[in-house]
């Protein structure tokens, strides 16, 4: 076993700019800032990667929530498999990152 396993291989990003929900970009802020020795760009690709590993696609009630225009940086290898969740889901990229992230949160025991 490496000692630096737990660490991605270096891969080109490419830069998306999408509307995530306020209160799920709080949270990322907090837990990069407070918790987490990780970029919020590096927290959206591992809520990613676990979406396309798994593709717990789960819709959820979008009223009354806030969209704000961030542009996170995500791994080429990522986006791709994104592009294949949209061509099989048909839904769109933006919303399968907040899909992802959402995911990823409850998860955590952060929101419900």
């Known amino acids: 076993m490496s000692y630096f396993n737990k660490f991605d291989k270096k891969e080109k990003t490419i830069g998306r700019t999408v509307e995530v929900d306020d209160r ?4 990322l802020e907090k837990l990069s800032k407070e918790t987490y020795d990780a970029s919020i760009n590096k927290l ?3 809520a990613i990667e ?6 717990n696609i789960k819709t959820y009630d979008q009223t009354n929530s806030t969209k704000i225009v961030r542009t996170f ?3 080429s290898s990522l986006m791709n498999s994104l592009k ?7 839904i769109p990229v933006y919303l399968l990152i907040n899909i992802a992230i ?3 949160l409850v998860d955590e025991g952060l929101i419900k």
């Not at 799920?24 to 949270?27: D, E, K």
């Not at 294949?84 to 048909?90: G, I, N, Q, S």
């Open 24 to 27: 799920f970009y709080t949270i």
């Open 44 to 46: 959206v690709n591992a």
């Open 50 to 55: 676990k979406l396309v590993e798994t593709e």
């Open 73 to 75: 940086l995500i791994r």
């Open 84 to 90: 294949d969740l949209r061509k099989k889901y048909k």
């Open 102 to 104: 959402r995911n990823a």
